[in-house]
């Protein structure tokens, strides 16, 4: 019964990969407009303030997936930039003493979030696959006032390779 959960798990894993890459290959920086990102991608899981009156629209796939995509739309409603956010260039940004909210806009939803209730912090996991396909977690760690204390990057203990299933 868990072997089924797992594959059933997996294909639909690999079924959103393989969709939203053919999606993503239909649009084109500074040529594809707001409709055309929410006709390929869907409602956004949030729309930031982006600089200049631009805004970043959030599409997650944790924690199923691997990926969180930041979607730039420019005021004239043209697609500037599409980024895969959960990358190691991406958490080098994220410093001790950074707000969490920062870190949120950064790295979209987090796959979970766990409390430390007696430590007084709170861990948000991402998971991202580390070339060429390791599936790992990257966390951050808050503290009471809501900042980055500190972060580490692990194996992904829930992934295939790890419970020694089919990788």
Known sequence: MRLCGWLLALGAALGVAGCDRQRLEKLQEGVSTEADVRAQLGQPENIWDGPGGARILEYNRN?????NYMVTIAPDGKMTALRQVLTPQTFARIQPGMPMEQVRRMLGKPAKKTPF???????????YMEPPNQSKYFTVWFDRDLHVVRTQSGPDTDSAEMRGGPS
């Open 63 to 67: 924690p199923a997936g691997h990926e």
């Open 117 to 127: 209730a007696l430590k007084g912090e709170e861990a948000w996991d991402w998971r």
